[in-house]
Every structure is written in structure tokens, then in C-alpha cells.
């Protein structure tokens, strides 16, 4: 079954929606439409109102006002149809007592799915997410990773048309992770599911997603795709969020083994991401993640380059580093480094930066 | 580490002031005269006991021997006799003359002396449906009991072994008749008890007049047959040869025959009920002691497997008595109490913190206190009397569930909330309906669930004292292996009681084992399947 979409071209749309706690708003949303086969990412800090919103939109919670509609159905016939044409990952999911194959088998279990079915769209999805060699096992003896990729593989396996992901990555360890959103972001591309995820880290929903909402307080601040969000933040909340000050655009010149070889401003970076050559990027990166030494170091990090300080600002125990040099930087560094350093306005001093810490989105 | 360290410390502060308190007692009772107390067993009958008679004389006699303290152990006749043969009694006061001289004889006592008689009666209710009112003179007793059984009335046996007991078949015997059939019962409770049960359920029965007096308001029955030898009710003091305090022992039978206690005897209940209750006698010592004192029979344990391996078909009527009740009420109070603990543990409302607390309240019920609830409700004067349940197996039924049920809820709703909270909005998210995710929730929680279940069966089916007081013991009716046990072991009968006991272990371990193969099942094999 497939459902049809709204007059603006919408899958699934949120009017009005608004949650209340307390005498306070955790959810206030006007309005929020999806796209079919897009991958919608909400960003926000944690607290932001992501999982309620996720939540709503679902249909797995109530909105004290506002509605949601699935196409052109609405109220009690909208909710079901999003109940056996959608799939809901939470954060923290729960495996029921059982095996892996029972547990990926459930949402199929529960649309009554002949047997063979269950099996084979089971083994498809288990494969999907590498745990195919996992099917036999307790759900009760998985790893951390293994259990968020049981639960994932549980959602692709009912083969919905709107997956919900909320924080698939906020509990795995930062290679499990990373492996995680290769499958994601595969899975987003191979079929035309549209994905709806839930994220506090930019660098997964610029990577991932084809629009970005960021949330704050309840409130969708802006949106739209990555690539606007940087161009045009509306404000520094977003900026930060973002990382659009912290960030520059560049060609791409080189692709070597899941690194990029870029080029801004007459300089050439190494950095992580995935486009095709040519193409420009938007390079971010966060500024604790840049360190400063007085020479050049024979050292791991694969970009090095020469800058002078032009700033210095105070951020609470830490401090501010605005630098110039193959562009403009910020970097964060302790009080004591900056002594110990003996560093000042003018001072010439060497910016390292692993490849891992800039990292590359299509613009 | 030294968290550790800091708790055994503590411990050891505490275990060394309980010593130095122990010390100092020990030290204060060595400067007084507290440390001369010896005690005196006295095996008495629970007729004596419940008259209040008892009392007067040992708080008469404790009062002049101040070194003296006298343990009093209220049994039927039966019992009491057991104990003397035992040595776990220094002296006995009962009234069995037949059975005394045998334990005499036996060896087991010594200086048997009748110091007190009343008299026995047929008491039974107003309407007298058998007729046997207005019976007296030589030969009452059994031509009462013959009306009785000719008119098919409800006759209650103590059915205990106990003196008033022994006294009653032999009433049968002189009628010439076997008393059996739906008329005829046995409450195997003490005196007070079968009164009570007696008058709730319009049964006649054999009872000292003392008791009944005493006992006449609550008992709401009439005497209707008096009188003659067959009636007399003659009570005897024994040393007992295996006593452990011999010396206290002939103390107290000196004064049981001296005049103060004489005094106390006649005066008893003539205030109070306007007629002396007891008459004191004096007679000599009728028998010098026996032969070397016997055996005490067969090994009780083994007697308990003879029972077991043969069948015994008393053994088995209370085994299945016990399962049949105790399965009725499990299985009421599982469709009662679960539906409950899931209703509170999945729905908001205003006064569920009051709800919840007051589920496991229900955890702490004390056993005789709902059962003191259940009789009251049920009771002849009570508003369920006309339904006429007291002391059936529905009112045990009923008691068992009330005691059950809150165990169930409230084991029910701790195993729901141990489950993660938003379960059933996961399995919502899978597609489930609400049904289905209350199934996948529940299914999670099921472990416990069963467990709940097991544990509410070892709850009624171990419990005595609800059983007792609502269903009375009745053989064939309410006798279940608890109370079988107690009336059992009043009697003597230790085998038969060693026997149930393991029965009832023997259950208890069979659902454990259930339980823990399911537990372990659970976590290895399908939940979802």
C-alpha cells in the first residue's frame, strides 16, 4: 500500500503542533512537511524537543493541539495507515526476550506476514545491517552496537515507507557509529524510503540528510537543505549549531581511500566526507579540535599550515583564537597552553588538524 | 574497602553492647532471687483452659510459690497424655479416666488423684429438631445421641482425641451405634472452637457445662440432655514419671488437692454466673506406679512413609482437599488480582498512588486477620449469613482469595513497571496495535508474572490460620493439610502430621522447581514464538 501524497507534494505534514508541559511549551511547530524519499533531519541540542517532535509525527503521541496528516487522510485514518506503513527506532530500543531473528521478525509478526516472508525479508535486513551472523543469538547478549543494529534491521525489515530514527548513533561508541551511518546512509540512498531522523550531531545530519530542520526550545528555528542552513544562517544560534562560521567551501581534487584532498584559497586539505571530483564542499570543523604548536610537528594530523594570531577572546576558562592562514580559523585552547606558549596578538604559530576533524558535505 | 570495613565495625559495636546488656542482665539476676524461677509444665485439657479456671489457679498458686512459674500448654486430653508420655509435660490435669489409668498402668504417671467433677451435656440448637430435650436421669447421654442419629440432626464431633472426645464414642458405643454419614462431623478443634462452629451451623453437640457456661453467649446454644453417670465428667491430676521438674510438679499437685485451690474450685463462676461451675472431691491416690515405662512406639518418621507408600486414604482426602481449595481460590484470585495489577500498572488516574498503596497493603494482610473478616461476614449474624458459606470450602475459597488476590496484583504490577516504561510505545512503533503491544508487554513481564502466580499458590496453600477460622477443620469439608497438621500433632498423631508435612514440601518444592526451569527457559528460549 502506498499513500498518496498532499497537494504541496507532501508525505507526511504536522500543522500546529504544539505540546505542553507544565505551564511551558516543549513542542511548538507550526508547520513541518516531508518530502517522499527524503531523509529529514531534526538537529537540536539535547532537551530541543527532537524525540517529542519525532514522536507526534509518528502518531505515537498526541499533540495537546495541531494535527498530523499522512497525505490527504487525516485523525484515526491517518494513524492507522502510518501504523503499518512506518517503522519507529528509539533511542534506547527495546529487543524482547527471544532471538535476534524473533525480534526482527516482529513487525512483521505483527502485520501477520506469511512465514516465508518473515524469514526472507528478515534475513534481507539482517544482511542489510550485518547482523546476519546474529540471528540465532539471545537478544540479551548483544553488544551495545549489535542491539541498535538488531533494532534497525527490526524497523527495514517491515519495509516501511517512513522510517523514524531517533538518535540511532547517540549510544555506540564512536567507530560503531560511524559504521552505522554507512549503512544509513545507504540504505537512505538505495530505496525510496523517506527518513525522518533525530540528531545532535551536525556532522550526521549534513552528511546524511537532504533537509535539515534545527530545533531549539521547542521551535523549528530554520529550515531547509544543509547547504542554506550554511549559506544563510538566520542567526548565531544557528551559525553555531551549524558550524557555519566555523567552516569554508572548497573543490575537491582528489579522492583517496575515503579521504578527500580539497582546495580553499590556494591550499590543499585532507579531509573526510564523500563527493564526486570537482565538486564543491563545504568543509566544517569544530574548534577544540585544531592545536597549535610554536613549529611544525612530525606528527599524525595530515594538514599543517603556518598562521598568525589575530584575536583572542575569553570563553569562560578557555580561550577564543581567532587565527589567519590559508584562511581565516577558530581555534579553542586552554589559558594555560596560551601561556605556556607565550602567545599574543601577531604571533606566528603551526595549526594541525586530522583529517577526521574537517569534514566535507556536498553543497 | 573501607566502606566494608566500616559496616563490619559497626556491626561489631553493636553485637558487643548486646553482650554487655546480656552481661549485666545475667549479673542483676544473680544479686536477685529471679534467677531461683523454675518452671512447671502443666499439660491441661483446652476445656479447663477455656472455662477460665485454669487461669485463677495457677495466678492463685504462682502467687504463693513465687519460685515457682507454671507454663500452662492448653490440648485436648489426647495430646496432653502424648506429652506426659513425652516428658514434655511435669504434670497433667484431664478427663479421661479410661486413658488415664492406661497411661498410669503404662508406667508414664504416677499419684493419679479425681480432685474435681461437673458434668457433661447435649447441648444443641432451640428448636431441638431431634427431640431430645427434656432427657434426664440414668442413661441420658446415649439415649440422646441415639435421637440424634435417628433423626439425621446434625451432630458435631470434637474429633480430637481430647477427653470430651473419648467421652462422646463412648456414648456412641453404649447407644450401640456407629456414628457416620453427612450428619454427623468432626470439627477436630478444642471445646470453645466447636462450640462456636456448633451453634453457626445448628449441630448438636457433647460439651463440659463449664465451657458451655462460660461460653453461652457466644455460643447461643441450649442444654437439652443431662445427667446421669454416663455424664459425669471427672477430672484427675498426674505426675508424670519422665517429668523435668518433679519436684515443682508434686508442689503443685499438693496444692491442686489442697484447700486453698478447693476454694478456688467451688467458688468459680458463682458470681459471675450465679452456680458453681467445677465441685471439688477428695479421694486417695488410686494407683501405685506401674511397670518400667514403655516405648514410645513406632519412629513417627517411619510411620509417616508407611502412610505415604500405602495410599493412606485419610492422607490423600486432605492432599486433594488442599489442592481442590487452594486451585479454586489460586485461580479466582489470578482472574481477579492480574487483571487488576495490569489495569494500575497501564493507566493514569488521580488516586492511583492511593490505589497501588493500598494493593500492597493487601501483601501484608495478616492471614487470621482477613479470615476474622471473613467469618464476620459470614457468620449466621453477619450480612452473608442467610448464604449459610461459613465453614464450607467456599468460605475458605473466599478467604484464600482475599488473601491471594492483592499478592497477585500487587506482584503483577511490580513485574509491568519493571519493564521498561515505553515498551508498549516501541512495539507501537513496530506496527502493533494497542492489543498486540499490551500482549508484547505483558509477554516481557511473564516471568514474573508466572512467578506471581506460584508465589500467591504457596501463600494460600501453606496458610492455617484464615483456614481455621473460616472453615473449622471439618472433616471432608474444610480440612485441608495445614490444619490437618495442627489438629494432627494435637492428637498425637505424629506420623500422619510428618506425613502431610512432606506432602506439603513436597509441593512447595515441585512448583519451585517449575518455576525456576520456566525462569531459565524464558531467557533462553523464543518469547515471541
Partial sequence: MSNRLNARGELLTGTGLRVRVGDGLLLDVPYIGLRSGELFAVLGPNGAGKSTLMRVMAMLQKPDSGSVSLGSATGAEAADRLRRTSAFVFQRPHLWAGTVRENIELGLRLRRASPERRRALAEEAAAQLGVAHLLARSSRTLSGGEAQRTAVARALAVEPEILFLDEPTANLDIDVRGALL?????????????????????????????????????????SGPPAELFENPIDSFIAAVTGAELSFLATVREELDGVLRVESHGFEFTVVGRAPLGARVRVAYRPEDLFLALSELRASPRNRFRARVLQVQDAGSLLRVRLEGAGTWVAVITRGAWEELALDIGSEVWVHAKATALQAFPV | MRIDRTVSMHVATRRSRWTLTTLLLVGLAGCGRVDQIRTVVLGSTTSLYDSGLLDELVASFEAGNPDLAVRVLAVGTGQALELGRRGDADLLLVHAPDAERLFVQDGHGRDRVTFMRNDFVIAGPSDDPARVRELGGEGAGPRAVAAIAASGSRFLSRGDDSGTHMRERALWEQAGIGPAGDWYEEAGQGMGGTLVIAAERGAYLLTDRATLTVLGDVARLEVLASGGSDLENLYSVVAVTRGANPEGAERLRRWVLGEQARQIIAGFGVEEY??????????????????????????????????????????????????????????????????????????????????????????????????????????????????????????????????????????????????????????????????????????????????AVAAGF????????????????????????????????????????????????????????????????????????
Fill in chain 1, 182 to 222: 554507512e549503512d544509513l546512509d545507504r540504505v537512505a540512498r538505495a530505496g525510496s524510503m523517506t527518513i525522518v531522523m533525530a540528531t545532535h550531531e551536525r556532522s550526521e545530519a549534513f552528511m546524511l540528510a537532504d533537509q535539515v530542520a534545527v530545533l531549539r526550545d521547542g521551535r523549528v528555528v530554520q
Fill in chain 2, 274 to 451: 450465679g452456680r458453681q461451675l467445677f465441685t471439688p472431691l477428695v479421694q486417695e491416690p488410686d494407683s501405685q506406679p506401674g511397670p518400667a515405662v514403655r516405648g514410645l512406639g513406632l519412629n513417627p518418621f517411619a510411620e509417616a512413609w508407611q502412610l505415604l507408600m500405602s495410599r493412606d486414604l485419610y492422607v490423600l482426602e486432605v492432599v486433594f482437599r488442599s489442592l481442590a481449595i487452594s486451585g479454586s481460590a489460586l485461580l479466582l484470585a489470578t482472574l481477579i488480582g492480574m487483571p487488576l495489577g495490569v489495569l494500575v500498572a497501564l493507566s493514569k488516574f488521580r488516586l492511583r498512588t492511593p490505589v497501588v498503596a493500598l494493593i500492597y497493603t493487601g501483601l501484608a494482610f495478616p492471614p487470621v486477620v482477613v479470615g476474622l473478616a471473613v467469618f464476620l461476614l459470614l457468620s449466621r449474624a453477619g450480612p452473608l449469613g442467610p448464604l449459610e458459606l461459613l465453614y464450607s470450602p467456599t468460605a475458605v475459597v473466599l478467604a484464600q482469595v482475599v488473601l491471594a488476590g492483592p499478592y497477585i496484583a500487587a506482584v503483577t504490577l511490580a513485574a509491568l513497571e519493571s519493564v521498561p516504561p515505553d515498551v508498549r510505545l516501541q512495539a507501537r512503533g513496530l506496527g502493533a496495535s494497542r492489543w498486540q503491544a499490551l500482549a508484547l508487554h505483558l509477554r516481557e513481564a511473564r516471568a514474573s508474572l508466572v512467578a
Fill in chain 2, 458 to 529: 504457596g501463600a494460600v496453600i501453606s496458610e492455617v490460620g484464615a483456614v481455621m477460622i473460616v472453615g473449622g477443620n471439618l472433616l471432608g469439608e474444610t480440612r485441608v493439610m495445614t490444619t490437618a497438621i495442627v489438629l494432627e500433632t494435637r492428637r498425637g498423631n505424629f506420623g500422619v502430621a510428618i506425613a502431610l508435612g512432606i506432602v506439603l514440601l513436597g509441593i512447595a518444592f515441585v512448583v519451585n522447581m517449575a518455576l525456576t526451569l520456566l525462569h531459565s527457559r524464558g531467557l533462553r528460549r523464543p518469547a515471541l514464538s
